[in-house]
């Protein structure tokens, strides 16, 4: 098997296309806030996307609460700490610094404009 998306859920796609986008840097390669979806490719071609869907404020609870959560997804970096300055710049809200981990790595958790947790991480040895 291999991954091909994840998907994040958002209440506003404007903002979150404009964060994941601009802010980020993520290449968009379908969708728009018109459509309610967004693709992102992540590395290049035939690698996994991040998908961001819209959930309106009105949508079910069971679906609004997929919206300002923990989403396990992590970004492999080189280098956590520079990232973590230059997104610091840009207005990114972290929850911490970066921190090395017990297993060797540095990890830094940012919040999207909806409120879910992502996380930066370089791996050991990465520099």
């Given at each position: 098997m291999k991954l091909g998306a994840v998907r994040i859920f958002v209440h506003s796609l404007v903002a979150a296309q404009a964060f994941y986008e601009e802010t980020l840097g993520l290449p968009r390669v379908a969708g728009g806030s018109a459509f309610g979806y967004c693709v992102f490719e992540m590395d290049g071609p035939g690698d996994a996307q991040?998908?961001?869907?819209?959930?309106?404020?009105?949508?079910?609870?069971?679906?609004?609460?997929?919206?300002?959560?923990?989403?396990?997804?992590?970004?492999?970096?080189?280098?956590?700490?520079?990232?973590?300055?230059?997104?610091?710049?840009?207005?990114?809200?972290?929850?911490?610094?970066?921190?090395r981990q017990p297993w060797g790595g540095v990890l830094a958790t940012f919040l999207d404009p909806s409120g879910n947790e992502l996380q930066i991480v370089e791996m050991p040895g990465a520099t």
């Open positions: 991040l998908v961001i869907e819209a959930v309106s404020l009105d949508a079910p609870l069971e679906d609004r609460e997929l919206v300002g959560r923990f989403t396990g997804v992590s970004f492999t970096v080189p280098d956590v700490s520079a990232l973590h300055a230059a997104l610091t710049e840009r207005g990114v809200k972290f929850t911490d610094p970066p921190e």
